[in-house]
């Protein structure tokens, strides 16, 4: 059975930098797309970055651009999001979803999910 694990959140000031990492193992078919999305207190689950395994495109929401940047490694099974120059308002909980085929910032394109790790910015 497959799993994602999310790993390297934590707690910054603001301006601070994290990478976040999920790592993808036990799945017997291929994925077509990975999404982070995050989730503050009190809200829903909302879309943050997705790539598309084929081509390594990224995405990004209006809010991260210029500051977060989604990568793979295939070889290690393995989708990074670098997040730099954090805002008090990226706090949150970091999930990494995977798609065997599709992409989009709905959650439901996403069959499997990690058990998220906390991001804290503060001011």
Known sequence: LGQLVESGGGSVQ????????CTASGYSDSWACMGWFRQGPGAGR???AR???ASGNPYYTDSVKGRFTISQNDAKNTVYLQMNSLKPEDTGM???GRSYWGCSWST???ESWGQGTQVTVSS
């Open 46 to 48: 909302e879309g943050v």
């Open 51 to 53: 790539i598309w395994r």
């Open 14 to 21: 603001a301006g601070g930098s994290l990478r976040l990492s």
């Open 108 to 110: 439901g394109s996403y």
């Open 94 to 96: 970091y999930y990494c």
